[in-house]
């Protein structure tokens, strides 16, 4: 697979590293927008030996990447993503990829929940992506029985049907599927893990997210306005359990970003029904995934009435929420119990298990 330097321009990974990223943490030069294009370039081609793409790789972590390199890198990935827009106008759900491990998955209840309630969700991800490796929306969906190896164009049609919808990275985002190995043997993080959650392949124009740090939310919101392929409308970020988009109980920190306009603010979840704590929606580590999608189904038929059920009707709200569906949050987590309680929510799954 390899590619010569002529077919790419003046910097392969190696100059980069000895000219501007890879002196050190502290010596350290940010590439420029042409630079981050021109190596990312290189990268979806194989060109890269293993070695300088893993340097490359921990060169990007040390120094941390600023919102314009990673917009350069996601505008290069969203030229081979496979786009497939549903007819509806859905918010966009890029979780952390590379899954949970302690508690429960609480994004997809929460979304077809929010779709029960009129407020079409996409949600995306692959399939034990590293370096965690852990469960995602891919393995609680199939526990529930609904198909995730589709195509796009399924996909998409999967939305407009029943009102949510599930996109496999494999099938719409291949190239970075395609670096699964070297992500892998890397054994930590890359800027990969960032974009990939940014690859919108529904073409959304609200974005739905999480961060452990203000700062990486507004770095988000800033890597979205540098991106010359999205254009989006709003973006909703809050702290969430284990990266995820599963708000996280107590005092918890959320960003708005509306039409270039960046606010934040703090909410405590006991105000909205989530009054308890972080360790009481752990499951069995063995079995996230599972027992993720035993709780879905329970909440969802109305069967529990606990601090699960009060996680995804506020999780739902968020959502409906995001797309300004409902003027705030309280009105949002109205409408997110009435559609649990008249059976609406579950009608939902079982549409979606027999798409």
């Given at each position: 697979?390899?590619?010569?330097?002529?077919?790419?321009?003046?910097?392969?990974?190696?100059?980069?590293?000895?000219?501007?990223?890879?002196?050190?943490?502290?010596?350290?030069?940010?590439?420029?927008r042409e630079q981050a294009q021109e190596a990312?370039?290189?990268?979806?081609?194989?060109?890269?030996?293993?070695?300088?793409?893993?340097?490359?790789?921990?060169?990007?972590?040390?120094?941390?990447?600023?919102?314009?390199?990673?917009?350069?890198?996601?505008?290069?990935?969203?030229?081979?993503?496979?786009y497939a827009e549903p007819d509806c106008d859905?918010?966009?759900?890029?979780?952390?990829?590379?899954?949970?491990?302690?508690?429960?998955?609480?994004?997809?209840?929460?979304?077809?929940?929010?779709?029960?309630?009129?407020?079409?969700?996409?949600?995306?991800?692959?399939?034990?992506?590293?370096t965690q490796k852990q469960d995602s929306y891919?393995?609680?969906?199939?526990?529930?029985?609904?198909?995730?190896?589709?195509?796009?164009?399924?996909?998409?049609?999967?939305?407009?049907?029943?009102?949510?919808?599930?996109?496999?990275?494999?099938?719409?985002?291949?190239?970075?599927?395609?670096?699964?190995?070297?992500?892998?043997?890397?054994?930590?993080?890359?800027?990969?893990?960032?974009?990939?959650?940014?690859?919108?392949?529904?073409?959304?124009?609200?974005?739905?997210?999480?961060?452990?740090?203000?700062?990486?939310?507004?770095?988000?919101?800033?890597?979205?306005?540098?991106?010359?392929?999205?254009?989006?409308?709003?973006?909703?970020?809050?702290?969430?359990?284990?990266?995820?988009?599963?708000?996280?109980?107590?005092?918890?920190?959320?960003?708005?970003?509306?039409?270039?306009?960046?606010?934040?603010?703090?909410?405590?979840?006991?105000?909205?029904?989530?009054?308890?704590?972080?360790?009481?929606?752990?499951?069995?580590?063995?079995?996230?995934?599972?027992?993720?999608?035993?709780?879905?189904?329970?909440?969802?038929?109305?069967?529990?009435?606990?601090?699960?059920?009060?996680?995804?009707?506020?999780?739902?709200?968020?959502?409906?929420?995001?797309?300004?569906?409902?003027?705030?949050?309280?009105?949002?987590?109205?409408?997110?119990?009435?559609?649990?309680?008249?059976?609406?929510?579950?009608?939902?799954?079982?549409?979606?298990?027999?798409?």
């Amino acid at each position: 697979m390899s590619k010569t330097t002529d077919e790419f321009g003046e910097w392969p990974l190696k100059r980069l590293m000895t000219e501007v990223c890879g002196t050190g943490p502290k010596s350290a030069e940010d590439l420029t927008r042409e630079q981050a294009q021109e190596a990312i370039r290189r990268i979806f081609a194989g060109e890269p030996d293993h070695t300088t793409l893993g340097a490359f790789f921990l060169a990007n972590r040390w120094k941390h990447n600023n919102a314009e390199e990673l917009a350069a890198y996601t505008d290069v990935m969203c030229e081979h993503v496979d786009y497939a827009e549903p007819d509806c106008d859905p918010v966009d759900c890029g979780a952390n990829y590379d899954g949970k491990g302690e508690t429960a998955i609480l994004g997809a209840a929460a979304g077809i929940v929010a779709a029960a309630a009129g407020t079409p969700v996409v949600v995306h991800s692959g399939d034990r992506v590293p370096t965690q490796k852990q469960d995602s929306y891919k393995h609680v969906l199939d526990e529930l029985g609904v198909a995730t190896e589709l195509t796009p164009s399924d996909s998409a049609e999967m939305v407009d049907e029943t009102g949510f919808g599930f996109y496999y990275q494999p099938a719409f985002n291949p190239v970075v599927d395609d670096l699964w190995e070297r992500r892998d043997n890397m054994g930590v993080r890359t800027f990969l893990n960032t974009i990939e959650t940014l690859a919108n392949p529904a073409n959304a124009d609200v974005h739905l997210g999480s961060f452990y740090h203000l700062a990486f939310a507004k770095k988000v919101t800033d890597t979205f306005t540098e991106s010359e392929h999205h254009d989006l409308h709003r973006i909703i970020m809050f702290q969430g359990m284990e990266g995820y988009d599963d708000i996280r109980p107590g005092y918890t920190k959320v960003a708005e970003w509306t039409d270039g306009e960046f606010t934040d603010y703090e909410i405590e979840t006991p105000n909205y029904g989530m009054d308890f704590e972080t360790e009481d929606l752990e499951v069995n580590p063995d079995d996230v995934a599972g027992d993720s999608a035993k709780i879905t189904r329970e909440v969802l038929a109305g069967d529990r009435e606990d601090h699960f059920a009060d996680a995804v009707a506020l999780n739902a709200a968020f959502r409906i929420y995001a797309r300004e569906d409902v003027d705030d949050l309280e009105t949002g987590l109205e409408k997110a119990r009435e559609v649990i309680a008249d059976g609406s929510a579950e009608a939902v799954l079982e549409d979606l298990q027999s798409f």
